[in-house]
């Protein structure tokens, strides 16, 4: 799975799971302290998301960030630790 293909695919996981708790854009945004219109643009594909935003947007859905990346990543174990401590460092800083 290629880059872009990861991230349409956690930015469709994003919007399932928004979906399926029947969160607006505008509320989500203001969780997760970013823009609806950046939400909105990342959304649709005309922006993509930061590893930070990831992350901001997954505690604002009150999910582990893991759980937005596409399960290929979950099933190699050095990518999934690299990530593991990509994720603790930035969450540090927040």
């Known amino acids: 799975m290629e880059i872009g293909e990861q991230l349409a695919f ?7 799971i928004r979906h399926a708790r029947m969160i607006s854009q505008f509320q989500l945004a203001n969780r997760a302290n970013i823009s609806q219109s950046f939400l909105a643009s ?33 099933d190699n174990e050095e990518i ?6 990509e994720i603790k ?3 540090d800083k927040l």
């Open 80 to 85: 999934r630790k690299e990530i593991k401590n």
């Open 89 to 91: 460092a930035l969450l």
């Open 10 to 16: 956690i930015i469709e996981r994003i919007k399932k």
């Open 42 to 74: 990342l959304e649709s594909g005309k922006k993509l998301p930061s590893v930070e935003t990831i992350i901001k947007i997954a505690q604002a859905l009150e999910v582990n960030p893991g759980d937005l990346f596409p399960r290929l990543v979950h």
